[in-house]
Structure formats: structure tokens, C-alpha cells
């Protein structure tokens, strides 16, 4: 089965600790995402690559760090600088840059206490 | 103001109703459209996309008015599990790859 993994679903931390979210995709897509969602608001994007070894700044890609090593992995790294780091995130991936579909893994609740 | 904007309703209707989301976006440059639904708890799948000629596909239609920079979205013959958020999402030429979502519009289909 083709698609994208994201894991773990549910990670709890403790605040001032940096945590490390999961996004592999089997798709072969050039291009990835992350995203943030919080309670009844959209999607903002936080950091972007639209092919290996490289990645831009989103909307909000501050206390956010990523890494594109490799075509289908693309891990965001939750800083203790991220302020409210409490949310939902999902990660995306489309065929390449002017792709109009993205698919989105399941996401990941990350709560920081 | 917000880049993309839709209202979140709650939308409450009966099964077999009608209903019509709309949702304006600000950048006039923007070239792509779509509507994407996310179910509570998961994420968003694209439900279809919107062009300037307007689209159907079975029971929902979307239209662009690209003069009025607004899209909607209607959907006929309601059925419970079209129970869902449904976001508006814009791409601009300028930054390929980069979609803004709006906040999304709740609706709820009740028997």
C-alpha cells in the first residue's frame, strides 16, 4: 500500500525537551510538508521541501527545525524554543512543487506539559 | 485580514438538504483551488478541485469567481456522512507548492 506514515500518533513531552516527529512516504513525491493545526483553525505550514537535500521556511517555521536526507523521509524536529508547541501535526507530500494534490498522513497529537 | 477566509458555521441541516459554503481569498494572483474534507481527528483528503468552469462531481459542485475572488462549494442531497470540516485551500503561481488553507466550515448532518 502506497501513502504516507506518520508516527507516533499520540507523544507526550515535558516542556524545554526537543522531540522528533516521524513522516515517511512510499509515493516517490518529490515534494513534502509539515503542517500545524490547532482546535478549529486550518492548516499553517511550517517547513517545506520540494526535493532532497533541501527545504524552505513556512509560515511559521520558528522553534521548528527538518532535515531531507533522503526522497522519502522528511522528520521535524519540536524545538524548546517553539513556544506552544501543544498541537496537531500532519505532513504532506505532493508529486512535485506545482502538484495540486497533497496527501497527508494521519498526524501526530503532540502534547508538551 | 486573513489570506483565506471561509465561515465556520456550525452548518446544521436535514438529511436531503442543500448547502452552500463560501470562501474568499485575498492574494489575486492565486492560481489554484480546492476544497479538501477533514473528518474530526484525521487528516484532510482532497475532495475536489475548482475551476474557472465550474465542477461536478455527483452530489457537489464547485464554482470560482475569480472576479469576486470567492469559490464555493454545494453540496445536494445531504447525507450524514458528508458530516465534516470542510476546508478551502489556495495555491499561488508565485510560491508552487504553497497552499494556504482556510479554517474550515463544520457542517453536521442530522437524520
Known amino acids: 500500500d502506497g501513502g504516507i506514515t506518520q508516527s507516533p500518533k499520540y507523544l507526550f513531552r515535558k516542556e524545554g525537551q526537543n522531540v522528533t516527529l516521524s513522516c515517511e512516504q512510499n509515493?516517490?513525491?518529490?515534494?513534502m510538508y509539515w503542517y500545524r493545526q490547532d482546535p478549529g483553525q486550518g492548516l499553517r505550514l511550517i517547513y517545506y521541501?520540494?526535493?532532497?537535500?533541501?527545504?524552505q521556511k513556512g509560515d511559521i517555521a520558528e522553534g521548528y527545525s527538518v532535515s531531507r536526507e533522503k526522497k522519502e523521509s522528511f522528520p521535524l524536529t519540536v524545538t524548546s524554543a517553539q513556544k506552544n508547541p501543544t498541537a496537531f501535526y500532519l505532513c504532506?507530500?505532493?508529486?512535485?512543487?506545482?502538484?495540486?494534490?497533497?496527501?497527508f498522513g494521519p498526524g501526530t497529537r503532540l502534547t508538551v506539559t | 485580514r486573513k489570506e483565506v477566509e471561509q465561515d465556520p458555521g456550525p452548518f446544521n441541516v436535514p438529511e436531503g438538504a442543500t448547502v452552500a459554503f463560501n470562501c474568499t481569498y485575498s492574494?489575486?494572483?492565486?492560481?489554484?483551488f480546492f476544497w479538501y474534507r477533514q473528518d474530526c481527528r484525521k487528516e484532510p483528503k482532497l475532495l475536489m478541485s475548482?475551476?474557472?468552469s465550474g465542477n461536478e462531481d455527483g452530489r457537489f459542485t464547485a464554482q470560482l469567481n475569480r472576479a469576486s475572488q470567492y469559490i464555493s462549494l454545494l453540496i445536494r442531497d445531504s447525507k450524514l456522512s458528508d458530516s465534516a470540516t470542510y476546508l478551502c485551500?489556495?495555491?499561488?503561481?508565485?510560491?508552487?507548492?504553497?497552499?494556504?488553507f482556510g479554517d474550515g466550515t463544520t457542517l453536521t448532518v442530522k437524520p
Open positions: 504532506a507530500s505532493s508529486a512535485d512543487r506545482d502538484a495540486h494534490e497533497q496527501y
Open positions: 509515493l516517490n513525491h518529490d515534494a
Open positions: 521541501s520540494q526535493i532532497v537535500n533541501d527545504f
Open positions: 492574494n489575486s494572483a492565486s492560481q489554484s
Open positions: 475548482v475551476y474557472s
Open positions: 485551500v489556495v495555491r499561488g503561481y508565485t510560491n508552487a507548492g504553497k497552499s494556504t
